[in-house]
């Protein structure tokens, strides 16, 4: 079996949460070899886990867009409440409690930019983007 194709089993095994050792046993690789994969491939595999995921959030109607979408709902929702609230009010402590627990959620859901490539420039300005 080529090396390639060994390589795109661990990738696949790692994804799916495997450990070293069981992939060791199944493909054949020694664990110090596996680590250095991992070092080597570890945004393949990051990857491939995130894709697998989507697949689960899709499969049960329940896409980061969605989540997104629903926890900005519910925050909107508490937010209002709270505005409409006296502060003296003893459940307004209760309800900025959930303010701050939803933005926490909603934050969480961002996501990071990730380049293979290291020629890759990720630019932080309209104004600095190639002609």
């Avoid at 491939?41 to 629903?70: C, D, G, P």
């Avoid at 609230?85 to 926490?104: N, P, V, Y």
Wanted: charge should be neutral; include cysteine.
């Amino acid at each position: 079996m080529k090396v390639a194709n060994k390589q795109e089993q661990f990738i696949t095994m790692r994804a799916e949460g495997k450990s070293y050792h069981a992939i060791s046993e199944q493909i054949g690789v020694s664990k110090t070899t596996l680590i250095d994969w991992a070092k080597k491939l570890q945004t393949e595999v990051k990857n491939l886990k995130t894709i697998r995921l989507e697949s689960l959030y899709e499969q049960y109607h329940m896409t980061k867009e969605a989540r997104i979408k629903l926890l900005g709902e519910q925050l909107e929702r508490v937010s209002k409440e709270i505005a409409d609230r006296s502060l003296t009010d003893i459940s307004a402590d209760k309800l900025f409690d959930i303010f701050l627990k939803l933005g926490e959620a909603q934050n969480k859901e961002k996501e990071k930019l990730i380049f293979s490539e290291p020629d890759m420039l990720c630019y932080s300005h309209a104004s600095n983007w190639p002609a």
